[in-house]
């Protein structure tokens, strides 16, 4: 499969697109979800739209029949925006949405070209948007499993994509070193030697119940301290298909939930790809940088923004958990205009209108896009790249709470403060 990797930006825009769309219920039985593949003629999506226009003229309820209708109406005026599917086939959404009581629906439509292919036509008139193809979309394909085991316990996690979950540990019940010479101490290390392959016969049988029914697994990692990992990997104790997914086995000085941790630090050769790994990185480069180097970085939304309208960022992080808007006013009387960074609550109370701070006169709102959306675009402007991180690693809350989630790598060193 070629790698179709998109951006982190893109990806964190369809995750928000979704659970905005899965948020829409319709009155009834009309909204309206196309799904077009790639290989269907668009021509005849819109014949069949026609005949479900037909269709739903039958519909007993009038203001459901209305809303269907205008729907379907709706995406057949967006159909003929393509002479045929893009790359990847096409995806509309279209219906009535209430705002209120009732009569207070308002027609939304989606128009979305999806970051992989659709592989199938689908039609359905529904009171929620169908979203299952665009969700498995989003869902994590780089999955790994990781053992961390020593001579008392194991532990085993699954890494996915931005997530990493600590599935379970087990304990062995084998007791520690004795000190007791002679006769009895053979007979105890035989013990011992007999309950430790037994424990790494469990470790082998909880590892198939949890990582074997994982499709797409592309390896596992085993770590811990002491030879017991290397004599469970060698061993031959995994299920076969599991053993040839053995990327590496590597030493630890910790073990359950930290040896975890510690395994992925270890192994970020073996998983430079998976987005847990890469996110960690991309914000151990920025500290790395602000303690060596602290004039080449910036942080915090007004300074990073004033570097990026200078063109002076080479890259930009933001974190996922950013939730504020940056709302555009203009001023009724003299014209002037501001821009300020608000919260959801804050743009509603103030109800679309501030006040101007040079007239006095009234401002109205003219847009509100997401912090993330916006310093996005400036970035682009700027030819910077863009990274959205998730706050699913330490460094990610780190960013998101130490550095208001908003930090920059600049081209140079700069004097200016
Ligand atoms: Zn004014």
Request: proline letters at 4%.
């Amino acid at each position: 499969m070629p790698e179709t990797k998109r951006s982190s930006l893109e990806y964190f825009r369809l995750k928000r697109l979704v659970q905005e769309l899965e948020s829409k219920e319709g009155r009834a039985t009309e909204l309206v979800s196309l799904y077009v593949p790639p290989g269907r003629q668009i021509s005849d999506a819109a014949t069949n739209l026609r005949e479900e226009y037909g269709t739903a003229a039958n519909i007993k309820s009038k203001s459901t029949r209305k809303n269907v209708q205008d729907a379907i109406e709706s995406i057949l005026q967006k159909l003929k925006l393509f002479r045929m599917p893009p790359e990847n086939g096409l995806i509309i959404f279209a219906g009535a949405i209430p705002r209120g009581g009732p009569g207070s629906e308002k027609m939304e439509t989606y128009v979305i070209e999806p970051p992989e292919p659709i592989n199938i036509y689908y039609y359905r008139c529904d009171a929620r948007f169908f979203l299952n193809p665009l969700k498995d979309m989003l869902t994590e394909k780089d999955i790994y499993g990781m053992i961390v085991m020593d001579r008392s316990d194991a532990t085993f996690a699954l890494l996915r994509g931005r997530r990493l979950d600590i599935v379970e540990t087990i304990t062995s019940g084998v007791p520690g070193k004795h000190d007791a010479g002679g006769q009895s101490a053979r007979r105890f290390q035989r013990l011992i030697e007999i309950m430790a392959h037994d424990f790494d016969k469990r470790v082998a049988e909880h590892a198939e119940k949890i990582f074997l029914p994982i499709e797409n697994l592309k390896g596992i990692i085993i770590g811990g301290p002491g030879p017991t990992k290397d004599d469970f990997a060698d061993g031959n104790y995994l299920h076969y298909q599991l053993q040839k997914k053995v990327l590496a086995v590597e030493d630890l000085g910790y073990t359950e939930e930290p040896g975890v941790y510690e395994l992925v630090e270890r192994s970020q050769e073996a998983l430079k790809t998976v987005d847990y790994v890469k996110e960690k990185k991309q914000v151990q480069n920025f500290l790395l940088l602000l303690a060596k180097s602290p004039n080449q970085v910036t942080y915090g939304e007004k300074e990073v923004r004033e570097k990026l309208t200078k063109g002076l960022v080479k890259s930009l992080l933001l974190s996922s958990g950013l939730e504020n808007y940056r709302v555009k006013y203009k001023c009724q009387t003299c014209g002037s205009e501001k821009e300020l960074t608000l919260s959801k609550e804050a743009i509603l109370s103030k109800g679309g209108r501030d006040t101007c701070e040079k007239c006095g006169g009234l401002m109205e709102e003219l847009e509100a896009k997401s912090v993330i959306d916006e310093l996005a675009e400036l970035a682009e402007k700027a030819n910077a790249k863009i990274e959205v991180i998730s706050t699913e690693t330490d460094e990610g809350k780190m960013l998101q709470g130490s550095f208001s989630g908003i930090v920059a790598i600049l081209r140079y060193a700069t004097s200016e403060t």
